[in-house]
């Protein structure tokens, strides 16, 4: 009982990652409820398959990440009650990315998620010409491995430094969200104030969520405009992709409310 709290400060992610799970199921199979309503967006050709792939996988860091920082600082931010120590330990390693069990435990949970809305889109709602879809899927899996180990290492390589005018700016609500010390038992933030692990991941991945988000609008009012040129017609998201894009833009703005204001007990 003393850790449900965290299912509460979860519920952004976790909300999300039904959404994510329940679009497939409910919109691909045969007798599916949805299926006459939703099933048309999961039509998608070759380059749509390598996009959803990896805006779908996208997704499921975003909702890892978010999910991390919950689950690292939740006795710090909200009170919460702290996780066991078995849970807490290394879970894995990626270059910098060194999340721990639990954290391994929703990371694997998000991405089966991405990839069953993956899968649906490459089978299709007639379950034809699957191969061509399938081969861009992969594609875009392994671009969204290369621009996560591009992310991860630039977030590696930047010093704490750069990130002093955000850390600033957060010491009126330091927990959570600033390192400190302990200093003969008394606690004290660090001066100058850093941000904690993980934060700076989040901010290059919410900046790279937000040049996306450009790119594919500038795409999309090119082609309203009539512009027909190849290049622009490849960063047009299908439908698919635009409630991907939708959903990873939902998941910042109403994650990093959440983290700011459980901590003041006030709703998001």
Same mark, same amino acid.
């Given at each position: 009982?003393?850790? $449900?709290?965290?299912?509460? =400060?979860?519920?952004?992610? #976790?909300?999300?990652? $039904? ?5 497939? #199921?409910?919109? @691909? ?6 299926? /006459? ?9 070759? &380059?749509?398959?390598?996009?959803? %792939?990896? *805006? ?10 978010? &999910? ?19 849970? %807490? ?15 391994? =435990? ?5 991405? @089966? ?21 399938? *081969? ?8 969204? +491995? ?13 010093? /704490?430094? !750069? ?5 600033? !700016? ?24 850093? $941000? ?5 991941? /989040? ?18 009012? &090119? ?15 299908? %439908? ?10 939902? @998941? ?12 003041? !007990?006030?709703? +998001?």
């Amino acid at each position: 009982m003393r850790y $449900l709290p965290y299912i509460y =400060f979860l519920r952004v992610p #976790l909300l999300c990652s $039904l959404a994510l799970l329940g679009l497939p #199921l409910a919109a @691909v199979p045969p007798r599916a409820p949805a299926r /006459a309503l939703l099933a048309g967006m999961f039509d998608v050709d070759p &380059a749509g398959a390598a996009l959803v %792939t990896f *805006l779908a996988l996208s997704l499921a860091a975003t909702l890892s990440i978010a &999910a991390d920082l919950v689950l690292r600082y939740g006795r710090m931010r909200f009170f919460a009650a702290p996780l066991p120590a078995r849970l %807490t330990r290394l879970g894995f390693t990626m270059g910098p990315l060194a999340p721990s069990r639990i954290s391994a =435990f929703f990371i694997v949970y998000f991405a @089966v998620c991405a990839i069953v809305l993956i899968v649906a889109g490459v089978i299709g709602p007639e379950a034809e010409g699957w191969m061509p879809r399938a *081969l861009a899927a992969l594609a875009g899996a392994v671009a969204f +491995v290369v621009f996560l180990r591009l992310v991860a290492a630039l977030w590696a390589a930047t010093p /704490a430094e !750069r990130t002093g005018w955000i850390a600033r !700016r957060l010491r009126f609500s330091a927990s959570g969200y600033l390192a400190g010390e302990s200093d003969g038992g008394e606690w004290r933030w660090l001066q100058p104030p850093r $941000l904690l692990a993980g934060h700076g991941l /989040a901010l290059l991945m919410l900046a790279a969520s937000l040049i996306m988000y450009g790119i594919f609008g500038v795409a999309r009012y &090119a082609v309203l405009s009539g512009w027909t040129a190849p290049l622009v017609r490849l960063a047009l998201p299908p %439908t698919l992709g635009s409630v991907l894009v939708l959903m990873i833009m939902l @998941v910042w703005i109403f994650s990093g409310a959440a983290y700011f204001f459980d901590r003041y !007990r006030v709703p +998001v």
